[in-house]
């Protein structure tokens, strides 16, 4: 199960990164994908970056404000958001897929994706 932290309340304008660990399961050989959701609304995908971090993927609408990274020594993934809004605030998910190739990116659906857990709360709010 994957852990995502580094949530919390943040003002507008600010920046968070957010953290993806997986105690007990490696995260190498598996493309990380980035999702919130807004209560009542559907989950929506973020960002994804290929296992070894050389291919990554934002929804045009998510371009410019999102970062993401991986350290597969740390075993863990990152998501900077920059210049919060508070139409940020969501629940946001870490999730991986399977990818024996390198280049593999990450289905566009939550549920297309093969390992999650409990996302982290963003409030942005002055």
């Known amino acids: 199960q994957l852990q995502a932290s580094g949530g919390g309340l943040v003002q507008p304008g600010g920046s968070l990164t957010l953290s993806c660990t997986a105690p007990g399961f490696t995260l190498d050989y598996h493309a990380i994908g980035w999702f919130r959701q807004v209560p009542g609304k559907a989950r929506e995908q973020l960002s994804c970056?290929?296992?070894?971090?050389?291919?990554?993927y934002y929804p045009d609408r998510m371009k410019g404000r999102f970062t993401v990274s991986r350290d597969n020594a740390k075993n863990t993934a990152y998501l900077q958001i920059h210049n919060l809004k508070p139409e940020d605030t969501a629940v946001y998910f870490c999730?991986?897929?399977?990818?024996?190739?390198?280049?593999?990116?990450?289905?566009?659906?939550?549920?297309?994706?093969?390992?999650w857990g409990k996302g982290t709360q963003v409030t942005v709010s002055s």
């Open positions: 999730t991986a897929v399977q990818a024996k190739d390198r280049q593999r990116l990450c289905p566009p659906y939550f549920y297309g994706m093969d390992y």
């Open positions: 970056i290929s296992s070894l971090g050389g291919s990554t």
